[in-house]
């Protein structure tokens, strides 16, 4: 009977458990890893910060568990609920210098760059873009928030050259998870007819 259909939401249950898997894993990595690239650049490499452990592993960091969001429900939007989710539990668990309520806006507007360069028509090439646009959205948020609340600005003579690698690693990002979801689609785990997004 048609009055005892139940209502079809744009995200379903397997979208959202999704979403929510990979927020739970991009938290176990990030907050296991963080000590080991701060290690990393400003102790080994003495790189200048805060901000350029972000734009150096960005890519790792969140630019693909975002873009396999996407990949894995070929919905607009999956991006931005991914990157409010990953805020959420990043405002607990901190990152770097910050933490708290000020870590939300920039999760939120990195995705919602890289729901931007998602739409874009070739499949690979709206990985890339996304990929780019939500990395550096990502690093100058940062650097912005940790010098504005924080009083700890990264070098001004620095920001070109990191906000380049962070658009490489960006590009690193798109370039793993298109690999990522040909595998996952060869393996039957992800879907493979992108006109849904």
């Not at 990929?131 to 990502?138: E, K, Q």
């Not at 948020?141 to 070098?155: E, N």
């Not at 001004?156 to 906000?163: D, M």
Request: net charge positive.
């Amino acid at each position: 009977m048609k009055g005892t259909e139940r209502p079809k939401y744009y995200f379903n249950t397997r979208d959202l458990v999704v979403i929510a898997t990979l927020t739970a894993i991009r938290s176990v990595i990030a907050v296991s890893s963080e000590p080991l690239i701060r290690g990393l650049v400003h102790g080994v490499l003495h790189l200048p910060g805060p901000g350029t452990g972000m734009a150096i592993f960005g890519w790792f960091s969140f630019v693909i568990w975002m873009l396999l969001a996407y990949g894995l429900t070929l919905k607009k939007g999956s991006v931005f609920l991914t990157s409010i989710l990953m805020g959420i539990v990043t405002a607990f668990t901190g990152m770097g210098p910050i933490a708290g309520i000020i870590v939300l806006p920039i999760f939120i507007g990195a995705g919602l760059c890289m729901e931007l360069g998602l739409l874009l028509k070739h499949s690979s090439v709206k990985y890339l873009a996304a990929g780019v646009l939500g990395n550096i959205a990502f690093f100058i948020l940062f650097i912005s928030m940790a010098g504005f609340y924080k009083g700890q600005w990264l070098l001004a003579s620095f920001i070109p050259i990191a906000t380049v690698i962070g658009a490489i690693s960006g590009l690193v990002g798109g370039l793993v998870t298109i690999s990522l979801l040909v595998s996952l689609r060869k393996a039957g785990l992800a879907p493979s007819d992108e006109k849904q997004g």
